[in-house]
């Protein structure tokens, strides 16, 4: 056996990388490593099991156990990483959390796959060996949080889901960090927005705020704004057309959710592209607040995290600018 190149905890949380039916994850993580028993000869792994759900299950409540357990197990200096095992659907969401509340600077690296185990050309374990080689490299420490799929290394705050082929998961605005070559990582950029020990928020998060989105189509009516703002949510992500755009029908019931303390986050449903402020909207004036590149999903993820912090669109809208 070789010796161990250091310490990599996987926490396992389910998904169509554990997914051993049409109905229900089954496979733990330790029958994920299984499948890779080259790993356990480079590496020594620690697994634990935080939830056996498909991503779409996935909660703020399961966020919130996850940073806490990573923000745990970073502190013991023998960790060298930890990979995070997760559904596909909602993998974005859970990785750009992270990479908003994890306060170190080790890797943390999200993977999944887009076959099932079961499935011809299954990549799960392909993945997952990325996943534990790019967890243990020093060279991806201080990156921010790392999703990696199909030999491609994204940043957590840019990658989203685009197509259910294998090369689902893109950077679509700023392309991959780098990408795994020969088994090992090759990097080309670093994300310049804030994460991790540089992120405004802090890892002892009780509760999240309630935030909504709402998607945008021609005929929209305001009521599915008064319908969100008479039901308890605490912030609203406009899923607008083109650059975040406020049909005129809509405006009335925008600017009295926000006059009601709702913030208010025009965001597009192009999912790229800067958002621009004060364009077509006076923004300033009315107190909404524009979601820079970050796709509606992601909008919302800091629109819930900058809500514990304070109501002020003006600092609010700092966050967004940073992060």
Sequence with gaps: METHNGNVLVLATGGSIAQTSPSDPTLTGEALLEAV????????????????????????????????????????????????????????????????????????????????????GADGAANLHDAVTLASCPDAMGRGVLVVLNSEIHSARDV????????????????????????????????ERKHTLCS????????????????????VTPDLIEAVAASGY???????????????????????????????????RVNCGYIKRNDEVDDDALGFITGDSLNPQKARILLMLSLTQTNDPVKIQSFFDSH
């Design 37 to 120: 028993p080259e790993l356990r000869h480079k590496f020594g792994i620690l697994v634990e099991e935080v939830a056996q759900v498909s991503s779409p299950d996935i909660t703020p409540e399961h966020w919130i156990e996850l940073a806490s357990r990573i923000n745990k197990a970073v502190a013991d200096d023998k960790l060298q990483g930890v990979v995070v095992t997760h559904g596909t659907d909602t993998l974005e969401e859970t990785a750009f959390f992270l990479n908003l509340i994890v306060k170190s600077d080790k890797p943390v690296v999200v993977v999944g796959a887009m076959r099932r185990p079961y499935a011809l």
């Design 160 to 191: 989203t889901k685009t197509t259910f082929n294998l090369d689902a998961f893109k950077s679509r605005d700023f392309g991959p960090l780098g990408q795994m070559v020969n088994g090992r990582p090759i990097f080309y950029r670093r994300s």
């Design 200 to 219: 405004a928020f802090p890892s002892d998060l009780g509760r999240l705020p309630r935030v909504a989105i709402i998607y945008s189509y021609a005929g």
């Design 234 to 268: 605490e912030g609203i992500v406009w899923a607008g057309t083109g650059s975040g755009s406020l049909p005129k029908a809509i405006r009335p019931a925008a600017i009295a959710a926000v006059k009601h303390g709702l913030a208010f986050v025009r965001s597009s």
